[in-house]
């Protein structure tokens, strides 16, 4: 079965694509495995963040990468929002915007 993956924006898109080389690089094999397996890959690559919202793990040398989605249909993902991590936990200004992107992906359906 192969997944869609499509960006809530294009901000969203071109944030993700301005990361450091090598973050990005692993962003992009891990997102090709989503496309091919499906985006239930499991720690390390991905985990359940909860109540239907999933996180991308990308760590590399350069820093640490968070990717958050949700699913919009059967086999499509929307990516909702990224940032490069700085602290152990997920700021809370994150979760917010994650979750606000979340709701109106799921009463509109991209």
Known sequence: MNW???YYNTKVQDAILNWPKKILQ????????IKE???DLGMPFTRSVGRGLFEIRV???EG????FFCYALKTKIVIL??????AQKIPKRELE???KRMKE????EL
């Open 4 to 6: 869609q993956v499509i």
């Open 26 to 33: 692993r962003y992009l094999r891990i997102v090709t495995l």
């Open 37 to 39: 397996e499906g985006p």
């Open 59 to 61: 760590k590399a040398q």
């Open 64 to 67: 640490i990468g968070r990717v």
């Open 81 to 86: 929002h990224s940032f490069i991590k700085k």
């Open 97 to 99: 915007v994650v979750k």
């Open 105 to 108: 992906v799921i009463n509109h």
